[in-house]
């Protein structure tokens, strides 16, 4: 039996740096799976928009998050147009070709934080397609001309590569969350 994508707890990174979002501002959970990051930022008072390409029932569960269906991988244009975004919320996914669209989704001052598998990962499970995993450094090789609040590349408890970023579309003292 797996795991009820309803039950699994935000990511503790997105939860970490969350307080960074300017309160109220609309967050895009990009490639939303089951929507445990949607729920966590409409309980956080924010107006949630949640895509990806087959929103299940999972997902509905974030009642109140405005819902898109679009698949970001078939060479269809960006389904948010010109829309922008105070935080842009994205793990467990990559596609590379969005990246330009996803950094000019972020308003200014608005923040990215991105978590997803790293080349290494695929000794620990999947995915294991190189394709589908960072390169040393990528995120922040992808993030130039954002301020880099925090980032993270390496093996989380024998378990699994990762990276991570939280990075600032602005320049702006801030303050760390533990």
């Known amino acids: ?10 990511s503790t990174w997105v939860r ?24 966590l930022f409409l309980d956080l008072g924010h107006p949630v ?3 990806d390409r ?3 029932p999972a997902a509905t569960a974030a009642t109140g998050a405005e819902r898109i269906e679009a698949d970001l991988e ?18 467990n996914y990559l596609w590379r070709p969005l990246f330009p669209a996803i ?21 620990y499970g999947r995915p294991r397609n190189p394709h ?21 590349d390496g093996i989380e408890r024998g378990r699994k590569v990762v990276q991570r970023i939280a990075a600032l579309n602005g320049e702006a003292p801030v303050d760390l969350p533990d």
Not at 1 to 10: E, K, L, S, W, Y
Not at 103 to 123: D, I, K, R, S
Not at 143 to 151: E, P, W
């Open 16 to 39: 970490r740096f969350a307080p960074l979002i300017p309160q109220g501002g609309r967050v895009l959970d990009l490639a939303c799976g089951g929507g445990r990051h949607a729920r």
């Open 74 to 91: 078939d060479g269809s244009p960006w389904p948010l147009a010109e829309r922008r975004f105070a935080g842009i919320i994205i793990t």
């Open 49 to 51: 928009t949640a895509l």
């Open 132 to 152: 589908h995993l960072l390169e040393r450094g990528e995120l922040l090789r992808l993030c130039v001309g954002l301020q880099i609040v925090a980032f993270e």
């Open 1 to 10: 039996m797996g795991t009820d994508p309803c039950r699994i707890d935000p």
């Open 103 to 123: 950094l000019g989704a972020l308003e200014p001052g608005g923040v990215l934080l991105y978590e997803t598998f790293a080349l290494g990962n695929e000794a």
């Open 54 to 56: 087959d929103i299940g």
